[in-house]
């Protein structure tokens, strides 16, 4: 046989394995991605169907949109908050979970369970749950040991909060099954040698335990970050971005002006801008965390 | 050793409260369940009592409303079809990233990374005139080819690391044997690939069946709808009987809650693996 026929047809059969991926990214991705930047730069709209070029005037419009800041604001606090509460709460949680407990199986299980179910069905179930109607659970149970209601979802200063709070109960379990399996990972050499030399609970979490979970707190804490700019589904069908604008956030927005309001070019702006917020904040963050990975080894 | 991991009495505590924490976690769905089977006067006054006397007909009539065999296949036949399609494509094309590391083969992988980095509904725009001009809006392939080529950065990414943890040298005697690379890849890496192939079937079953926004955007009519689309268009049709909506919201998230029941150690599993690799 003629070996460099046959590389060559080795080569040939191993580039044609990525084609089928690479061409199908390229049209359901790639080429969606590039002509958002194209029309972020153009008049175009249902009333402009042939496009003008407009340079960054969608842009500018932007920083001067009320509901667009609004929407970026809103995001922000609840992509902040649920990456600082879902993550101060799975590390206790998995660090309890951790001990030689007799329901520990059991517990996993039922912390974890939220994350399975659909986020529009959780939002529905909620806005049950937190309703002020006579029916609302959590405000019978307020007035049960003689509290008044609470507006949970009327409130436009609350609503956005409430939200965060059944995404808190879903996803935390999430976080915990990962930073349980990197708790299960690190070799029990470490705490026996801090209990031999005596050292307090907070010293051997600070010390120990916290910098080995560094690769599951990277982790954890992008994923919580990226999908909490994401947020659609739950807010949909809790408030539908109400009261007012109060829980709006940017996905909903994207929808209302470049779908809705048919503002192609400019709903493509407002997508530009969102992309490089999250690839700016991952990137921060990757590198804050590698800065602190640096100062702990 | 044994004293670190033995049982202590402060356990006992830690234990008795952290169960405490799971009821009240499993009150919101254990509420859910239980309203079905209620009137909506009973829901009212007694919400957490099981019922005095249990009212089935909720579920009939969801079912009917719902039209819940319809859109249940539509649901499978779209994630089944989108989870194959991934596991496909994205092994193929990370058997050649992983092998064949040619400048051009590394190009084109950071290329594709991208689709990790910069969530696809910033293209959504042109997507949706996309989808429109190909003329598949309210064809399930559609959603099919969007969740495809938007989840599979992410698994050629994780099947590809997972791969260079596979020995080399079984596929090497296998082409000196003169078996061609479609043959090694099927025959001898692809059986290798199967803890990453579990959790990459399990992590795309629970996001293609679980997402809201795709089918909203580009299936349209109900008879190629899916379960959370029903859900989404009941709601406030029962404004009276507000207890009605119960048992749609049970049948919207009964199937995965299911899967997870029967499957849950490889469900947990398949997730710490796509963490730890990803």
Redesign the interface.
């Given at each position: 046989m003629n070996t460099t026929k046959w590389n060559f047809r080795r080569n040939v059969v191993f580039q044609l394995f990525v084609l089928p991926a690479l061409i199908g990214y390229l049209i359901f991705y790639i080429y969606p991605l590039i002509q958002t930047a194209i029309y972020s730069f153009t008049n175009y709209s249902m009333y402009h169907p042939n496009m003008k070029w407009i340079g960054i005037d969608n842009y500018i419009r932007l920083f001067k949109d009320d509901t667009v800041i609004i929407g970026i604001k809103n995001t922000v606090i609840y992509a902040l908050l649920m990456t600082l509460l879902q993550n101060a709460l799975a590390i206790p949680l998995a660090i309890a979970l951790n001990r030689p407990l007799k329901s520990r199986n059991g517990l996993r299980l039922v912390f974890f369970a939220p994350a399975v179910l659909s986020p529009l069905v959780v939002g529905f179930l909620w806005s049950y749950l937190m309703s002020s109607s006579d029916y609302g659970l959590i405000n019978q149970g307020l007035r049960a040991i003689g509290l008044n209601n609470v507006n949970w979802l009327g409130n436009p200063k609350l609503a956005l909060y409430s939200i965060l709070l059944t995404q808190v109960w879903q996803w935390t379990g999430y976080a915990m099954i990962i930073y349980l399996a990197n708790l299960q990972g690190i070799s029990k050499d470490y705490y026996e040698a801090a209990s031999i030399d005596g050292a307090k609970a907070w010293t051997v979490f600070s010390k120990i335990t916290l910098p080995l979970l560094l690769p599951s707190i990277s982790f954890n804490t992008v994923m919580a970050m990226i999908g909490g700019l994401k947020v659609f589904d739950v807010i949909f069908s809790m408030t539908g971005g109400g009261p007012g604008h109060s829980t709006e956030t940017i996905v909903m927005t994207l929808i209302n002006k470049g779908i809705t309001e048919s503002q192609f070019g400019y709903g493509s702006a407002f997508a530009v801008v969102f992309s490089f917020m999250i690839m700016i904040v991952a990137f921060v963050q990757l590198k804050v965390l590698n800065k602190w990975e640096a100062k702990l080894f | 050793?044994k004293?670190?991991?033995?049982?202590k009495k402060t356990?006992f505590i830690?234990?008795a409260l952290?169960?405490i924490l799971?009821i009240g976690?499993?009150i919101?769905?254990y509420?859910?369940l239980i309203t079905t089977f209620k009137s909506?006067s009973e829901?009212?006054l007694h919400?957490?009592w099981l019922p005095a006397d249990w009212k089935f007909s909720g579920y009939a009539d969801a079912w009917k409303a719902m039209n819940y065999p319809r859109v249940f296949l539509n649901n499978l036949f779209i994630t089944v079809s989108s989870v194959l399609g991934v596991l496909?494509?994205?092994s193929?094309?990370a058997?050649?990233?992983a092998?064949?590391q040619?400048r051009?083969?590394n190009l084109?992988f950071y290329f594709?990374l991208?689709?990790v980095?910069?969530?696809?509904?910033?293209?959504?725009?042109?997507?949706?005139?996309?989808i429109r001009n190909l003329g598949l809006i309210d064809n399930p392939l559609s959603v099919i080819?969007?969740y495809?080529?938007?989840l599979?950065?992410f698994n050629?990414f994780l099947i590809k690391n997972f791969m260079n943890t596979v020995p080399i040298e079984l596929e090497e005697s296998a082409?000196i044997d003169g078996c061609?690379?479609?043959g090694t890849?099927f025959r001898i890496t692809l059986p290798l690939l199967l803890p990453v192939i579990a959790t990459v079937a399990i992590l795309n079953t629970?996001t293609t069946w679980?997402d809201?926004?795709t089918p909203l955007?580009f299936l349209q009519s109900r008879e190629k709808g899916v379960i959370?689309l029903e859900?989404?268009r009941n709601?406030g049709k029962f404004a009276v009987d507000?207890t009605a909506?119960f048992p749609m919201?049970v049948l919207?998230?009964a199937p995965?809650?299911l899967?997870?029941v029967f499957m849950?150690r490889f469900?947990?599993s398949g997730?710490?693996t796509g963490?730890?690799k990803?």
């Amino acid at each position: 046989m003629n070996t460099t026929k046959w590389n060559f047809r080795r080569n040939v059969v191993f580039q044609l394995f990525v084609l089928p991926a690479l061409i199908g990214y390229l049209i359901f991705y790639i080429y969606p991605l590039i002509q958002t930047a194209i029309y972020s730069f153009t008049n175009y709209s249902m009333y402009h169907p042939n496009m003008k070029w407009i340079g960054i005037d969608n842009y500018i419009r932007l920083f001067k949109d009320d509901t667009v800041i609004i929407g970026i604001k809103n995001t922000v606090i609840y992509a902040l908050l649920m990456t600082l509460l879902q993550n101060a709460l799975a590390i206790p949680l998995a660090i309890a979970l951790n001990r030689p407990l007799k329901s520990r199986n059991g517990l996993r299980l039922v912390f974890f369970a939220p994350a399975v179910l659909s986020p529009l069905v959780v939002g529905f179930l909620w806005s049950y749950l937190m309703s002020s109607s006579d029916y609302g659970l959590i405000n019978q149970g307020l007035r049960a040991i003689g509290l008044n209601n609470v507006n949970w979802l009327g409130n436009p200063k609350l609503a956005l909060y409430s939200i965060l709070l059944t995404q808190v109960w879903q996803w935390t379990g999430y976080a915990m099954i990962i930073y349980l399996a990197n708790l299960q990972g690190i070799s029990k050499d470490y705490y026996e040698a801090a209990s031999i030399d005596g050292a307090k609970a907070w010293t051997v979490f600070s010390k120990i335990t916290l910098p080995l979970l560094l690769p599951s707190i990277s982790f954890n804490t992008v994923m919580a970050m990226i999908g909490g700019l994401k947020v659609f589904d739950v807010i949909f069908s809790m408030t539908g971005g109400g009261p007012g604008h109060s829980t709006e956030t940017i996905v909903m927005t994207l929808i209302n002006k470049g779908i809705t309001e048919s503002q192609f070019g400019y709903g493509s702006a407002f997508a530009v801008v969102f992309s490089f917020m999250i690839m700016i904040v991952a990137f921060v963050q990757l590198k804050v965390l590698n800065k602190w990975e640096a100062k702990l080894f | 050793m044994k004293t670190l991991d033995s049982y202590k009495k402060t356990d006992f505590i830690l234990e008795a409260l952290l169960v405490i924490l799971a009821i009240g976690m499993v009150i919101p769905i254990y509420y859910l369940l239980i309203t079905t089977f209620k009137s909506s006067s009973e829901a009212t006054l007694h919400p957490l009592w099981l019922p005095a006397d249990w009212k089935f007909s909720g579920y009939a009539d969801a079912w009917k409303a719902m039209n819940y065999p319809r859109v249940f296949l539509n649901n499978l036949f779209i994630t089944v079809s989108s989870v194959l399609g991934v596991l496909l494509f994205a092994s193929l094309a990370a058997y050649s990233f992983a092998r064949r590391q040619t400048r051009l083969n590394n190009l084109t992988f950071y290329f594709i990374l991208i689709g990790v980095t910069i969530p696809f509904q910033v293209a959504t725009i042109p997507l949706f005139r996309l989808i429109r001009n190909l003329g598949l809006i309210d064809n399930p392939l559609s959603v099919i080819f969007i969740y495809i080529f938007t989840l599979i950065s992410f698994n050629i990414f994780l099947i590809k690391n997972f791969m260079n943890t596979v020995p080399i040298e079984l596929e090497e005697s296998a082409s000196i044997d003169g078996c061609g690379v479609a043959g090694t890849f099927f025959r001898i890496t692809l059986p290798l690939l199967l803890p990453v192939i579990a959790t990459v079937a399990i992590l795309n079953t629970l996001t293609t069946w679980n997402d809201f926004f795709t089918p909203l955007l580009f299936l349209q009519s109900r008879e190629k709808g899916v379960i959370l689309l029903e859900v989404y268009r009941n709601i406030g049709k029962f404004a009276v009987d507000w207890t009605a909506f119960f048992p749609m919201m049970v049948l919207g998230i009964a199937p995965l809650l299911l899967f997870y029941v029967f499957m849950q150690r490889f469900i947990i599993s398949g997730i710490v693996t796509g963490a730890v690799k990803g």
